[in-house]
């Protein structure tokens, strides 16, 4: 077999129920991280069960410079929204392992 690399730009869409923006912002970060080893090993038993002979290695995941493009509030389109609220970049937030709350399933 052989390694093979991929480069894929993605756009990812994150909802987030907050108090305020800022503290929506900071929370973002922490679900856009590669996935565990224990999430890529499901991901290859879910292929390997549908006959992909093709097993993955590694996610290396990095955001576009850290900005984050506010484009909705209470299902409102935000897209031309103007002011720094729109695309400041926030302030780093740790990963977070905590688990989700059921109602996010």
């Given at each position: ?89 926030p302030a780093p937030a740790p ?11």
């Amino acid at each position: 077999m052989s390694d093979f690399a991929f480069k894929v730009n993605l756009v990812a869409v994150v909802r987030v129920l907050a108090a305020e923006e800022n503290a929506a912002r900071r929370v973002v970060p922490t679900v856009l991280g590669a996935p565990s080893a224990a999430e890529i090993g499901l991901a290859n038993q879910n292929n390997a069960a549908v006959g992909l002979d093709a097993v993955i290695l590694d996610v290396d995941l990095s955001g576009e410079g850290g900005r984050i493009k506010l484009i909705e509030i209470d299902g409102k389109s935000y897209l031309n929204g103007t002011g720094a609220a729109a695309t400041s970049a926030p302030a780093p937030a740790p990963h977070s392992e905590a688990p989700r709350p059921s109602s996010w399933k």
